[in-house]
């Protein structure tokens, strides 16, 4: 199999569903309160509380508040926001690592929160695997056995379980390591071993809890690469908690951004950074070049009467930094085109205006507040 580049954002493989399919996993209002009966709080006024309100109150912590989304097969999904913000409880509540309080989490349309102790050791042992900040690998096992667990518990023969450990252990890198034991392997190898011993099972969707917080920032860039390639080669569902902007930006399809236990902003990484909901994304995304992140979408104009319109033609998902060459040295303005339709035009003032900054003195400038 070709390996492809591996500094390219990740694009959805050719299995991902379009928004119109059915999504692998469906979350509608969820919520996890802890603390002194918190099954008292969802569905009372108490629900409408501040968190800090209601822990003041209570005693109790709204962990995660009314949150819904649905993520669709395929996609790199992101959950971001500051610490305590309730990102792995939010994750753990789908998997039932955490018990949710009130709401519904459907995996291809199934019921997870009704599943018995059976149904739901099931799912977790074939249809979901995990990786965390804490490698959790195990020190007396070599890393085969590591890798080969999971196949282990599901009752894999030895044989069938090894080749597949093999199999694996080779996709993230690491073959030759198999004697090795995980105190005898960097940080970086220790969390490719534990992201083969999620891969060992072909679960259908991955779950990522920061995994890559403990890693000095060569080696997270290296094994942020390593997921888009992952994730082109296997195409899994991955659900990956962060709370680095730029390895969000980097690996997802799209970002759901949590403040105190609830939902702020959900969209692609254009989405947010073009058009942050509040204050706080807005804080999140200040550092971020735009030029990086933003397409021509987000700052075509209509052509005016007159102007050329025999210029070079762009995509309007063209990100702006790499259609700057282009549209700098065209001399004319750009044509944004999308299935033979002129959508807009772009010239070196929007561009310069993006990469610049947006002018103070006009609010409507196309990297202006008002978008
Ligand atoms: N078992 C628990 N009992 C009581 N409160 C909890 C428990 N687990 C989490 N919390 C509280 O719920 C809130 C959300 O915690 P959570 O661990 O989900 O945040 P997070 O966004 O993952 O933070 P971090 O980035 O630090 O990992 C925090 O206020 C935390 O103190
Ligand atoms: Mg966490």
Known sequence: MAVPSLTEKSTPPAAAAGADDPPILDVRGLWKVFGPRADRVVGTPLAQLSRAELKHRTGCVAAVRDVSFSVRRGEVFVVMGLSGSGKSTLVRCLTRLVEPTAGEVRLDGEDVLACGERRLRELRRHRFGMVFQHFGLLPHRRVLDNVAYGLEIRGTKKDGRYERAREVLELVGLAGFEGSYPDQLSGGMQQRVGLARALAVDPEVLFFDEPFSALDPLIRREMQNEVIRLHREVGKTMIFITHDLSEALKLGDRILIMRDGALVQMGTPDQVVGAPADDYVRD???????????????????????????????????????????????????????????LGVVTTAEILEVIAGPDPGNPDSPGGESR
């Open 284 to 342: 999140f995304v200040s550092d971020v070049p735009r030029s990086d992140v933003l397409t021509l979408s987000w700052v075509m104009r209509d052509a005016r009467p007159g102007e050329p319109l025999d210029g070079p033609e762009l995509a309007p998902d063209t990100v702006i930094r790499d259609a700057a060459r282009t549209v700098l040295s065209a001399g004319r303005p750009v044509k944004v085109v999308s299935g033979g339709a002129l």
